[in-house]
T-cell receptor, first 114, second 116 residues
Framework: AQKVTQAQTEISVVEKEDVTLDCVYETRDTTYYLFWYKQPPSGELVFLIR??????QNEISGRYSWNFQKSTSSFNFTITASQVVDSAVYFCALNLYNTDKLIFGTGTRLQVFP | GAGVSQSPRYKVTKRGQDVALRCDPISGHVSLYWYRQALGQGPEFLTYFNYEAQQDKSGLPNDRFSAERPEGSISTLTIQRTEQRDSAMYRCASSPAERGGPDTQYFGPGTRLTVL
């Protein structure tokens, strides 16, 4: 069975702190894709990143970075020097190569206080 | 360019009524998906179209739910005889890929459905 677990329901930090959001996935497939989406208070779902299972290089985009480790089936997301605008619910999702659906975790609500 | 649009953004209806939710994908995107998101949960897959063909409807909860995309662009998700348990955010997404799978899905703003 395929599954995505985001064990952290809610995280609160003060502005400028670094924060890591955890994502653990389960699949027996060897080819798959992992995603992160952001859902700000306005409610839309915004794409952040996509990684395939053959590319374990970490990725950095500004204050955002992602750590993909197949050995632990994890795809964690770190925000460096958090800002109030980072406050949102963040979803991790899994897409198997031969299917058409995203399997989402339950999300982590991040609150950044000034 | 314009993103995925959905209408209405909010829909309040009485139990037993039919509702139709509309999705207009990003221009040129071949694949279109419908998801349902309950409060405090992640989106859950309902159905998927490749052009006008409905390729997968395994996520539709029962036969009160149906979807169509007759001309391969705009899609309508219809819920007949609505029940209170149908209350949720209904999200549409599109991707440029000719088949589902690893291509990135871009989501619309969603339709918040409330069944009284």
């Amino acid at each position: 069975a395929q599954k995505v677990t985001q064990a952290q329901t809610e995280i609160s930090v003060v502005e400028k702190e670094d924060v890591t959001l955890d994502c653990v996935y389960e699949t027996r497939d060897t080819t798959y894709y992992l995603f992160w989406y952001k859902q700000p208070p306005s409610g839309e779902l915004v794409f952040l990143i996509r990684r395939n299972s053959f590319d374990e290089q970490n990725e950095i985009s500004g204050r955002y970075s992602w750590n993909f480790q197949k050995s632990t089936s994890s795809f964690n997301f770190t925000i460096t020097a958090s800002q109030v605008v980072d406050s949102a619910v963040y979803f991790c999702a899994l897409n198997l190569y031969n299917t058409d659906k995203l399997i989402f975790g339950t999300g982590t609500r991040l609150q950044v206080f000034p | 360019g314009a993103g995925v649009s959905q209408s209405p953004r909010y829909k309040v209806t009485k139990r037993g009524q039919d509702v139709a939710l509309r999705c207009d994908p990003i221009s040129g995107h071949v694949s279109l998906y419908w998801y349902r998101q309950a409060l405090g949960q992640g989106p859950e897959f309902l159905t998927y179209f490749n052009y006008e063909a409905q390729q997968d409807k395994s996520g539709l909860p029962n036969d009160r739910f149906s979807a169509e995309r007759p001309e391969g662009s705009i899609s309508t998700l219809t819920i007949q005889r609505t029940e209170q348990r149908d209350s949720a955010m209904y999200r549409c997404a599109s991707s440029p890929a000719e088949r589902g799978g690893p291509d990135t899905q871009y989501f619309g703003p969603g339709t918040r459905l409330t069944v009284l």
